[in-house]
């Protein structure tokens, strides 16, 4: 049994040198760990492709599906309470006004909050409950995914990010709420908003202009 | 006045002084956050009209905190800033030096830490009416995060003196200016071209003479968001083609164009420099690497190849004896009907065909996630040389005798495949495969090195078809009984056939020593020379204590492991002899009005004999360093100019192929590598030492002290 042992590990070595040397020229990087997620290997979530199917639990402890709501529009927004970006768009009422706009045309609008336990913008079911109240916002749902699961399913970035899903489950627009980059509630004025847009051409089944742009934020918290 | 009262007044007086000050604070210079401390300067201390002129704002950031890039990355966002100017005056976009990947919880930012310059010019009209000081304002906004993000701003106001002349210097930021212009990114001396392969976006630098020994780091910052999956990791080659960067694809669906900056850090002997270039290039065609070997095969030539290939390796001395026996006993027992016999052959194929498959996905796996485990297109890689070299040598031994390959997996295999029915039927097929694996080496290199090279699909395919071609003649024989009689029969010819079969391993060994003395010259062939000795050691000391027992046997065991790992050790070496290749026709095709002369010991003497000053510029064409110094210092018109109004002979010692000569005059001050430059003032003995990283400004006063 040594015998055979000594012979597989000799065996390994052989085939190691064989198969498995590194490119000796490669030059790795300093790249952070990523092997915790094994998300971050997958292909990366682009506007024409469907829209990964998710389970999860909303503030009220409902338990809601992607795919449940097949037949519908579905926007998901990232959001960070503390965040200043996220102040921006909710002290101006403007993120409140998109919510009420969109699930005024039978959209279901659900915020997402992947902050991990102890980062900042995690916040317990009654928290979240409060938020909502106090902020007088309206989405659907507001789904707690401390786990990050969802989050990094979706490669979110930032708080806001925006993914807007047609009726067939594709995802149509993937990207910033608008494209003032700032934490300046004065911007919104003059910014081009990007999600009714998205919602207005998804609704009459068109494509969607700008279907990629790049969220701004600040990072999803997500638990390391 | 009660000596109570005067310091009650003077503290009054100096409190409302402050006050009245306080609200000026806002516009004060600089901008003190919690965070940052922020200064808008101007390069020159006066306003030459018609004359544009640089600013710069400066972040001084906390500790542990980051400022971002104009593409932040993940997150953040990029700093910006709203001017307002005089009539006729304008400031141009802000220009950002090279930034630092900064991960943060599985994300990736691209930012500043510490402390960055951003860069702006001004552009003045040709009259100003006016006598009095222009004043320049600007509000700028900044987000700045450790792990949560402040955002902040400061409105700066900078007021410049009109002055006909040329202005004067603002020293106190000249080094931070200097400092900055380092850190910009240059035009790429180098075509590159891209193309998207799967998730794969590759990028080629054709660089040919960067080499690998050189270079500590790479990464690619793009401009847009989406190109690249930020946080995953950049994997960077080089051959003989130059740089290949291997970057993960983003969420843009549609990439037309990628535009960015390299970031290269360089190791010369004394420092490891940072280089940034700028990057432009259309989205190219997809194009597949072709190993060397199969240049221009098409598909159905290297399908032909593999079957042949598969076929070969049942004559190969680990699975000949097995599946020989296998097929005696399986068509000597008559009582199988022939009915059963093909069911057998068709199950032992089966068992080939799911191990070649499962080899493959293997290989296509470590191949996504970005292991480039290649063959072919590596053999200009001396390490891997070395290596393939060692194995060979390794399998020769084995056929030789000095040692039984895998024995014991082999004993294990056969239990599993001694089993009657269709099980052991298709154990067979799987331990077939795996004793063929270690015999095979050679032969399935260049299929493999095509199948890494190629779509999955083709890739699978070829595996697929080696799997059939080692499968073959035992299905023949399941079907046509009658051929069985033709086959030989194992005996001592076997031994015989095994150790001729060796020579072969030898004399590719001699050919890889040669392919390396080419690459890595005579050190390259000593180490790789000594390492098969050890290798050899190491395979006798395995064997040799195989038969004593206890712990003498574990200890021969790890012992031979110890070896071997030396020899792999050794095999690293001559991946860092530069190699000895001539390529001094690939000097960059930068205008250079400067007139160089190559450079040699007596032509040097004499030079400084007939009492010129004399500059001596040590580069070579793997240098990156040297490169953007001749490009940024030394090419420049005022740079010449300071040159030729001192008459100073230019000499170039080319050390791309390491001349002798070049490399005894690198030692005499002390350096291992280039670049070199000595300054030598006429009829002085010592020259003086510029530094490795040139400024134009500090050549130029060089040149002018003379």
């Given at each position: 049994m040594k015998n055979q042992l000594i012979a597989i590990a000799l065996y390994s070595a052989f085939s190691l040198a064989l198969t498995a040397c590194q490119n000796p020229s490669t030059v790795s990087q300093n790249t952070p760990n990523v092997a915790s997620n094994a998300a971050e290997a997958a292909t990366p979530v682009r506007v024409g492709s469907p829209a990964p199917d998710f389970t999860a639990t909303d503030s009220n402890g409902k338990s809601h599906r992607l795919s449940d709501f097949k037949g519908k529009v579905v926007v998901l927004e990232w959001t960070n309470h503390q965040c200043p970006f996220v102040l921006k768009h909710y002290n101006s009422n403007n993120m409140q006004k998109l919510q009420k706009e969109t699930t005024g045309k039978g959209v279901v609008w659900l915020s997402v909050i992947s902050s991990a336990q102890g980062q900042q913008g995690y916040v317990t079911p009654q928290e979240a409950n409060q938020l909502t109240k106090s902020r007088n916002a309206s989405p659907t749902a507001v789904l707690l995914d401390a786990s990050g699961e969802i989050g990094r399913l979706y490669q979110a970035r930032t708080t806001p990010h925006i993914f807007v899903i047609d009726s067939s489950g594709v995802l149509k627009y993937a990207g910033a709420i608008d494209d003032k980059p700032?934490?300046?509630?004065?911007?919104?004025?003059?910014?081009?908003?990007?999600?009714?847009?998205?919602?207005?051409?998804?609704?009459?089944?068109?494509?969607?202009?700008?279907?990629?742009?790049?969220?701004?934020g600040c990072s999803v918290k997500y638990g390391s | 006045m009660h000596k109570l009262t005067q310091i009650a007044i003077k503290i009054i007086t100096f409190i409302l002084s402050f006050l009245v000050l306080l609200p000026l604070t806002a516009w004060a210079n600089p901008v003190k956050t919690e965070h940052v401390q922020t200064h808008l300067v101007s390069e020159v201390n006066s306003i030459q009209p018609?004359?544009?002129?640089?600013?710069?704002?400066?972040?001084?950031?906390?500790?542990?905190?980051?400022?971002?890039?104009?593409?932040?990355?993940?997150?953040?966002?990029?700093?910006?800033?709203?001017?307002?100017?005089?009539?006729?005056?304008?400031?141009?976009?802000?220009?950002y030096p090279y930034p630092e990947r900064l991960p943060a919880s599985g994300l990736m930012n691209f930012g500043y830490k510490d402390e960055v310059m951003l860069l702006s010019q001004i552009t003045t009209p040709g009259t100003v009416n006016t006598k009095e000081p222009i004043?320049?304002?600007?509000?700028?906004?900044?987000?700045?995060?450790?792990?949560?993000?402040?955002?902040?701003?400061?409105?700066?106001?900078?007021?410049?003196?009109?002055?006909?002349?040329?202005?004067?210097?603002?020293?106190?930021?000249?080094?931070?200016?200097?400092?900055?212009?380092?850190?910009?990114?240059?035009?790429?001396?180098?075509?590159?071209?891209?193309?998207?392969?799967?998730?794969?976006?590759?990028?080629?630098?054709?660089?040919?003479?960067?080499?690998?020994?050189?270079?500590?780091?790479?990464?690619?910052?793009?401009?847009?968001?989406?190109?690249?999956?930020?946080?995953a990791p950049q994997k960077a080659s080089f051959d003989k083609d130059g740089l290949t960067l291997l970057l993960e694809r983003g969420n843009r669906g549609e990439v037309n164009q990628v535009t960015g900056i390299l970031v290269l850090q360089e190791v010369l002997d004394r420092q490891t420099p940072t280089q940034?270039?700028?990057?432009?290039?259309?989205?190219?065609?997809?194009?597949?690497?072709?190993?060397?070997?199969?240049?221009?095969?098409?598909?159905?030539?290297?399908?032909?190849?593999?079957?042949?290939?598969?076929?070969?390796?049942?004559?190969?001395?680990?699975?000949?004896?097995?599946?020989?026996?296998?097929?005696?006993?399986?068509?000597?027992?008559?009582?199988?009907?022939?009915?059963?016999?093909?069911?057998?052959?068709?199950?032992?194929?089966?068992?080939?065909?799911?191990?070649f498959l499962f080899l493959a996905v293997i290989l296509l796996v470590l191949r996504s996630f970005g292991q480039q485990i290649g063959w072919g297109f590596q053999l200009q890689s001396p390490v891997f040389v070395s290596l393939m070299a060692y194995l060979l040598f390794a399998v020769g031994l084995s056929l030789s005798g000095v040692f039984i390959f895998g024995a014991s997996l082999?004993?294990?295999?056969?239990?599993?495949?001694?089993?009657?029915?269709?099980?052991?039927?298709?154990?067979?097929?799987?331990?077939?495969?795996?004793?063929?694996?270690?015999?095979?080496?050679?032969?399935?290199?260049?299929?493999?090195?095509?199948?890494?090279?190629?779509?999955?699909?083709?890739?699978?395919?070829?595996?697929?078809?080696?799997?059939?071609?080692?499968?073959?003649?035992?299905?023949?024989?399941?079907?046509?009984?009658?051929?069985?009689?033709?086959?030989?029969?194992?005996?001592?010819?076997?031994?015989?056939?095994?150790?001729?079969?060796?020579?072969?391993?030898?004399?590719?060994?001699?050919?890889?020593?040669?392919?390396?003395?080419?690459?890595?010259?005579?050190?390259?062939?000593?180490?790789?020379?000594?390492?098969?000795?050890?290798?050899?050691?190491?395979?006798?000391?395995?064997?040799?204590?195989?038969?004593?027992?206890?712990?003498?046997?574990?200890?021969?065991?790890?012992?031979?492991?110890?070896?071997?790992?030396?020899?792999?050790a050794l095999a690293q070496l001559p991946g860092s002899i530069a190699p000895n290749v001539a390529n001094s026709n690939t000097q960059q095709a930068t205008s250079t009005s400067l007139n160089w002369q190559p450079y040699t010991p007596e032509r040097l003497t004499q030079v400084r004999q007939s009492g010129k000053p004399v500059f001596v510029n040590f580069s070579a064409a793997w240098c990156i360093t040297c490169l953007v110094n001749e490009r940024v210092a030394l090419n420049q018109p005022e740079t010449v100019t300071a040159f030729q109004a001192k008459d100073v002979a230019l000499l170039k010692a080319d050390w791309t192929?390491?001349?002798?000569?070049?490399?005894?005059?690198?030692?005499?001050?002390?350096?291992?590598?280039?670049?070199?430059?000595?300054?030598?003032?006429?009829?002085?003995?010592?020259?003086?030492?510029?530094?490795?990283?040139?400024?134009?400004?500090?050549?130029?006063?060089?040149?002018?002290?003379?």
């Open positions: 700032s934490t300046n509630a004065a911007d919104i004025k003059s910014a081009k908003n990007y999600v009714i847009p998205a919602v207005d051409s998804v609704l009459k089944g068109q494509n969607v202009a700008d279907s990629t742009t790049q969220p701004y | 018609g004359k544009p002129f640089w600013v710069g704002l400066h972040f001084q950031i906390k500790q542990g905190w980051h400022t971002y890039w104009k593409n932040p990355g993940d997150s953040g966002a990029a700093p910006s800033i709203a001017w307002k100017l005089p009539q006729g005056f304008s400031a141009g976009e802000l220009v004043q320049l304002t600007a509000r700028a906004d900044w987000l700045v995060c450790e792990k949560e993000c402040i955002p902040e701003n400061g409105t700066f106001s900078l007021s410049l003196p009109i002055a006909t002349g040329t202005p004067t210097v603002n020293t106190r930021w000249a080094k931070e200016f200097e400092k900055t212009r380092a850190t910009l990114p240059q035009d790429s001396p180098w075509q590159t071209t891209a193309h998207i392969q799967g998730e794969t976006l590759i990028l080629k630098v054709n660089a040919p003479q960067l080499q690998a020994s050189q270079i500590k780091e790479v990464a690619f910052f793009p401009d847009q968001d989406g190109i690249i999956n930020n946080p940034a270039f700028a990057i432009a290039t259309q989205l190219g065609a997809a194009t597949t690497t072709q190993p060397a070997t199969t240049a221009s095969l098409p598909l159905w030539q290297v399908l032909g190849l593999a079957l042949l290939g598969g076929i070969v390796l049942n004559l190969m001395p680990c699975v000949f004896p097995v599946l020989s026996l296998k097929a005696l006993n399986v068509l000597q027992k008559s009582n199988f009907s022939k009915q059963e016999v093909r069911q057998r052959g068709i199950v032992f194929t089966a068992g080939v065909l799911i191990s082999m004993g294990m295999g056969q239990t599993l495949a001694a089993r009657n029915g269709l099980w052991g039927e298709f154990f067979t097929g799987v331990f077939a495969t795996v004793v063929a694996t270690p015999c095979t080496a050679p032969f399935m290199a260049t299929a493999i090195g095509v199948a890494l090279t190629q779509t999955p699909i083709v890739a699978l395919a070829i595996f697929l078809v080696l799997g059939f071609g080692l499968a073959l003649p035992y299905l023949l024989i399941s079907f046509l009984p009658g051929l069985q009689k033709i086959l030989p029969r194992p005996g001592a010819w076997m031994e015989t056939f095994a150790q001729l079969l060796a020579f072969p391993m030898y004399a590719a060994t001699a050919w890889l020593v040669w392919v390396l003395s080419q690459q890595a010259g005579s050190d390259g062939v000593a180490a790789v020379l000594f390492g098969l000795v050890l290798i050899s050691f190491a395979v006798w000391l395995h064997q040799k204590t195989q038969i004593i027992s206890g712990w003498r046997r574990r200890f021969g065991s790890i012992a031979a492991l110890v070896v071997l790992g030396f020899a792999l192929n390491r001349d002798t000569a070049i490399t005894q005059a690198l030692a005499a001050f002390g350096r291992s590598g280039v670049p070199l430059y000595l300054l030598y003032p006429a009829n002085s003995a010592t020259p003086q030492i510029l530094p490795q990283i040139l400024s134009p400004q500090e050549v130029q006063q060089k040149v002018k002290s003379l």
